[in-house]
């Protein structure tokens, strides 16, 4: 049996949920029990999003083998069990540098290299190296970032046409586009869905399926018009409206429209009837919570949807494992000041969580949060930057070093409890050369960290050049921080805690990026549970 392709573009704006939409279409084909590749291909000229500013592009989400990657790779983790690696996106940087490499190297001697076929061909040529990065992908889902119509996204487009045109029973295209309610005139709009299709045929691509984001249901006219402007057969017009309450009811709300089964149809795939059961039991206690835990997080992207996504679903994760909700609430660090108004800017939690980043803006208003959590024995979660803020406060409050700090911020400070690592020193080129990707770390037994993992030995995904400085451990040591995970073949420090405090414990690494709504991450599952044992201010758990 060949392997088939689910091609995905968007249409009329960005921002429709096109990864959670083909990040549903995994989620359904794996509970008919086809074994799926997800794969996202980014018009963008960067290599990779690592070096975009969270502003621009939202969090970097960083896979097992180190690459720095669009942040819809993280809903396919979420989603799916697809394989995510480095082969699982590709960006217009990455491919120009390959066809630049390839033409320098001497590969086309004598061609004029081109879009076509020299870029399409690295295109395609990555499809299917997606296809076989395991061995049995029986369904590869494409996803095509950027909106139907952008220059940018013009090669890619190309390519899946090419590549559909050499497989054409083994492919379909799935378009994904917005149906707008316009409140003036009471009417529900079809004209930018007609113009973003015309623009996608007049390419050489025709939708089999089109799916309609929208905010209520699409009545039977509206999905006529549709599909006779688009030439879509009616029932192939499927509508996604605005979900209620949670992004884990998409992929059912899909079901229940028999999207899975169209797919499969269209496909020519063999495929068991859909098990949803095990997702419908998690929805279910995301749909009825028992009591409610309220935490803060304290960073510099606040007001930016995307920027700690990963984070906020993994709280999500952790809720469903304690069996309660959630309310998040945002902090920018560099609005709180001290004289004695950290409680009048942050108060009001039932804990705090610092997450990662970089650069010194929001620094100390970080440091402020740490030290209030440690004082008032309040649970603290710090993801990378935030454990080396907790060593930081810990450093300058307890241990009494003064000015003590990061030298990625103060380069002259007198203690350097957070330093470079060594192997970063060397590094010119910013791109990609900090440490990345996963590493084994070993629990020390009796600790928190070893409560909540129930193992020795554990892999967890690291993105940072600074580490704590081990010239200060036996001092930290003293004064009852306990590091509680080691990387030994490196001898560094990835998890700081403090056994006099309830639940104050810091990361080195990202444990967000291994958190699915089925399998919660074990710290932010035992985060939550110490929210919830803490209804210190809002009084809110009832459970
Ligand atoms: N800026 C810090 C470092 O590079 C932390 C990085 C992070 O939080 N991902 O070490």
């Not at 794969?39 to 969090?59: A, I, S, W």
């Not at 909106?147 to 799935?174: H, M, W």
């Not at 969580?353 to 620094?363: A, D, M, S, T, Y």
Request: hydrophobic share 35%; with cysteine; charged share 25%.
């Amino acid at each position: 049996m060949s392997i088939k392709y689910i091609f995905i573009t968007g249409g009329v704006v960005s921002s429709l949920g096109k990864g959670l939409t083909a990040a549903s279409i995994g989620h359904l084909l794996e509970c008919r029990g086809i074994k799926i590749a997800m794969l996202k291909l980014d018009p963008y000229l960067n290599v990779d999003p690592g070096t975009m500013n969270p502003f621009q592009h939202g969090e970097v989400y960083v896979t097992d083998d180190g690459a720095e990657t669009d942040l819809d790779l993280g809903h396919y983790y979420r989603f799916t069990n697809s394989p995510l690696s480095r082969v699982s996106n590709s960006t217009t940087g990455q491919i120009y540098e390959t066809v630049i490499k390839r033409e320098r190297k001497g590969d086309f001697l004598g061609k004029t290299v081109q879009v076509i076929p020299h870029v399409t061909d690295e295109i395609k040529a990555r499809i299917l190296a997606g296809s076989h990065q395991e061995n049995n992908i029986e369904v590869v889902i494409v996803e095509i970032g950027g909106t139907v119509g952008d220059i940018e996204s013009l090669p890619f487009l190309e390519a899946i046409r090419q590549f559909r045109y050499e497989r054409p029973k083994d492919c379909i295209n799935v378009h994904l586009t917005y149906v707008p309610y316009l409140k003036a005139a009471g009417e529900v709009k079809t004209k930018p869905t007609q113009h973003s299709v015309q623009v996608l045929r007049e390419i050489g691509i025709i939708p089999d399926i089109i799916l309609c984001r929208c905010e209520d249901e699409l009545s039977d006219d509206i999905k006529a018009k549709i599909s006779l402007f688009c030439n879509v057969r009616q029932d192939l017009v499927i509508d996604e409206k605005d979900v209620a309450k949670s992004i884990y009811e998409v992929p059912i709300e899909l079901h229940k429209q028999g999207l899975d089964e169209k797919i499969c149809k269209a496909l020519e795939v063999k495929s068991k009837p859909t098990d949803l059961s095990r997702w419908e039991k998690m929805l279910n206690t995301v749909l009825h919570p028992k009591g409610k835990v309220v935490v803060g997080i304290v960073g510099k992207y606040m007001d930016h949807q995307d920027a700690y996504k990963s984070v906020f679903e993994a709280l999500h994760h952790g809720a469903i494992a304690a069996g309660c909700a959630i309310e998040i609430r945002r902090f920018e660090s560099d609005r709180i000041v001290e004289n004695g108004s950290v409680e009048k800017a942050i108060g009001g939690c039932d804990g705090y969580l610092v997450p990662g980043g970089f650069g010194e803006r929001g620094w100390e208003g970080k440091v402020l949060t740490a030290k209030y959590c440690r004082e008032n024995q309040i649970p603290y979660f710090g993801l990378c930057l935030g454990m080396q803020i907790m060593i930081v406060e810990f450093a300058r409050n307890v241990l009494g070093l003064k000015n003590a700090h990061s030298t990625e911020v103060d380069k002259n400070t007198p203690y350097p409890v957070i330093s470079m690592l060594s192997e970063q020193k060397r590094i010119e080129n910013l791109g990609g050369t900090m440490r990345l990707g996963a590493y084994p770390c070993e629990i020390k037994k009796g600790t928190l960290a070893f409560d909540a993992y129930g193992e020795t030995l554990i892999w967890e995904r690291h993105r940072h050049r600074y580490e704590f400085n081990n010239e200060y451990k036996e001092m930290f040591e003293s004064k009852g921080m306990v590091f509680s995970g080691k990387w030994a073949k490196g001898d560094l420090c990835e998890i700081s805690e403090l056994p006099s405090h309830p639940w104050m414990l810091g990361v080195q690494f990202h444990p967000e990026f291994k958190s699915k709504p089925l399998v919660p991450h074990p710290l932010f599952r035992d985060f939550v549970r110490a929210l919830a044992l803490k209804p210190a201010m809002t009084g809110a758990w009832q459970g």
